[in-house]
């Protein structure tokens, strides 16, 4: 690696989390999305892929391995979660009153989400999740004590690979070679798809 590789890796190492988007997917054959919807808050994402590996033993030694990708747990901890996006992300109904009214047969649809990291040479890094479903998870309730805190919710989600074409994430970062502001501008405006 040159001096000048070496000096823009050191400058790649993210320090935060910021803009946190989801789309709902409108039609899950085709698998195109719907409109980019801000959730606010960001505090924390876990994005865990699971990959399962299989060794074949053969002549008394390994002889070959392969791996195969699973899915991807994702948990999302954010200052708030607004009514309505409770409502579009676990499937969930607002009633006449406002309130919001779950079943348990509520499903939430399929979505994709995405979210800036900043990097230490103060560049992002952009990601797209694309095919992910939400679920119930727990909520815990404390009572308020002399020192204050605050009680933040986790969404947490299970994705998968998309079917029409196997993806399951995109990323691209401020300053690589071809990477374009315009392109980054535009980045959340809609669920980005690589040709």
């Known amino acids: 690696m040159n001096m000048e590789s070496e000096k823009m890796a050191k400058g790649n190492i993210p320090v935060g989390l910021d803009h946190l988007v989801y789309a709902v997917m409108t039609d899950e054959e085709l698998e195109t999305y719907g409109v980019v919807k801000r959730l606010p808050g960001a505090i924390q994402a876990t994005i ?19 791996s195969a990708m699973g899915d991807i747990a994702v948990a999302l901890n ?17 009633d006449d009153n406002g309130g919001l009214d ?11 989400i995405g979210y800036r990291r900043r990097m230490a040479n103060k560049k992002f890094r952009y990601v797209w999740l694309y ?5 119930l ?7 308020k004590t002399d020192t204050p805190t605050y009680q933040t919710p ?7 690979s998309r079917q029409t074409d196997e993806r399951w994430q995109y990323s691209v970062t401020d300053g690589d ?7 980054l501008d535009t980045f959340f405006d809609t669920v980005y798809i690589p040709n």
């Open 102 to 112: 779950k079943k348990s047969t509520d499903i939430g649809p399929y979505v994709a």
């Open 78 to 94: 954010t200052a708030e979660v607004p009514t309505e996006d409770q409502a579009k992300l676990l499937g969930h109904a607002i």
């Open 131 to 135: 095919k992910g479903r939400f679920t």
């Open 48 to 66: 865990t892929p699971t990959v399962n590996s299989a060794t074949l033993y053969a002549d008394d030694i390994a002889y070959d391995t392969t």
């Open 154 to 160: 986790t969404l947490n989600a299970t994705f998968i």
């Open 137 to 143: 998870g727990a909520e815990e309730a404390n009572t």
């Open 177 to 183: 070679t071809g990477v374009t502001p315009e392109f």
